[in-house]
C-alpha cells in the first residue's frame, strides 16, 4: 500500500511525506520521485502533477488533489481516465475562503482603496457609500465554497446574487442559471466574486463581454483560478474606468510573472493564490481521513465528479 506525494517544490514534497507519514503509520508514504515499484503505488496525492507521471501507476486507486481544485490533475494530458479524484476542502479550507471574500468584498464595497489614498495625501475625504442591502453582490459558482460565500454576504446584509450552470436554491440569495440567466445576474451587480471551477465552460468567461454587462464602477474578485480571466479584457475594463477596481488570487502562471501589468496596476489587488490556501497540518489530517475512508469503503464523500471537472 504505497502513497505517492508529488507537489511542484521538492520541499514541500518533502515536508509532507513526513507529515503524512506520522498520520498515517503503518502505510508506505514515499516521494513520487523516489518510487521503485510504481505497480504497488496505490495512492497519489498530489499538487499540479507533472504529466505522464500519474500514469505509470498501473494500480493506482485514487488520485488525491491537495486543494478543492481538480482542474491541475485533469490538466494531466496523460491522466488515467476513470481513477477517482478526492478533492480536500473541509471547514479549514472553507473558513479561509469566507473570509478572503468577506474581507474584500467590504474593502471594495467601502472604497478603502480610494479612502487609504486620500489618507497618503492627509485629506480628510468622508466616503459615503450605499448600504449593504442597496449593493448587489454577485458570486459566480455555487459549489461548497461559492454557497458558502453568498450565503455569509446575504447574512452581512447584501443584496446576494447567485449564478450557476444548473438552478441552486439558497436562503437569502437571488439565484440565476445558465447561459440564459448569465446578463440577469450580471445587470445591477456591483461587486462581482468568482468562485467557478475551471473548465472548458468556464475558461475565460471574466471577458470583455462579460465586464460590459456589469454596471459602470464594477469590482471584481477572482479567487478561482487564473484560466477564467482574459487579462488584456480586464486591463481595458479597468483602464477605460468602466470597471473600478479588481481582487486578484489567482493567475495564468503563478508565481506571477514579475514583468506582468497587474503587480503595478493602480486599481488591481494582487494575492499570491492565498485566499482559501489550507493549513498543511489540518490539510494533512483530512487528506489521511479521506484516504481512510476510501480505503475501507472503496469510495468518500469528496470524490470529484471528472467528467464534470468539479
Ligand atoms: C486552491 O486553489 C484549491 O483548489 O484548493
Redesign the pocket.
Known amino acids: 500500500m504505497t502513497v505517492a506525494i508529488y507537489l511542484p517544490s521538492q520541499d514541500n514534497t518533502d515536508w509532507w511525506v513526513k507529515l503524512m507519514q506520522g498520520l498515517l503509520p503503518g502505510w508506505d508514504i514515499v516521494s513520487m520521485d523516489a518510487v521503485t515499484d510504481p505497480a504497488a503505488v496505490h495512492y497519489a496525492v498530489v499538487w499540479r502533477p507533472r504529466t505522464g507521471d500519474i500514469a505509470r501507476f498501473s494500480n493506482l486507486k485514487a488520485i488525491v488533489s491537495v486543494?478543492?481544485?481538480i482542474d491541475h490533475v485533469l490538466a494531466d494530458a496523460e491522466l488515467p481516465l476513470g481513477v477517482p479524484i478526492i478533492r480536500t476542502v473541509g471547514q479549514d479550507?472553507t473558513q479561509r475562503m469566507l473570509e478572503y471574500v468577506t474581507l474584500h468584498v467590504l474593502r471594495h464595497h467601502r472604497d478603502m482603496p480610494r479612502q487609504l489614498q486620500a489618507q497618503a495625501e492627509r485629506d480628510w475625504h468622508s466616503i459615503v457609500v450605499p448600504v449593504a442591502p442597496n449593493r448587489v453582490v454577485g458570486v459566480m459558482g455555487l459549489g461548497n465554497l461559492g454557497a458558502a460565500a453568498a450565503r455569509i454576504l446575504s447574512q452581512v446584509g447584501f443584496a446576494t446574487r447567485g449564478w450557476s450552470k444548473s438552478p441552486k436554491a439558497i436562503e437569502g440569495v437571488d439565484t440565476f442559471a445558465g447561459e440564459e440567466g448569465l446578463a440577469q445576474f450580471l445587470d445591477g451587480c456591483g461587486i462581482l466574486v468568482n468562485l467557478l471551477p475551471l473548465t472548458s465552460a468556464t475558461k475565460g468567461i471574466l471577458n470583455a463581454d462579460l465586464f460590459s454587462k456589469l454596471p459602470a464602477g464594477a469590482c471584481v474578485i477572482n479567487c478561482a483560478r487564473g484560466g477564467h480571466l482574459v487579462d488584456d479584457d480586464l486591463l481595458e475594463a479597468l483602464d477605460s474606468g468602466h470597471l473600478k477596481q479588481a481582487t486578484l488570487d489567482v493567475f495564468h502562471q503563478e508565481p506571477l510573472p514579475s514583468a506582468h501589468p497587474f503587480w503595478t496596476h493602480p486599481a488591481i489587488t494582487v494575492t499570491p493564490?492565498i485566499a482559501?490556501r489550507i493549513d498543511a497540518e489540518t490539510g494533512g489530517r483530512l487528506i489521511a481521513e479521506n484516504l481512510k475512508i476510501f480505503r475501507a469503503t472503496g469510495t468518500c464523500p469528496d470524490v470529484a465528479d471528472a467528467v464534470r471537472g468539479y
Do not use: D, E, K, Y
Request: hydrophobic fraction near 35%; aromatic fraction near 0%.
Open positions: 486543494g478543492a481544485g479550507l493564490h482559501s
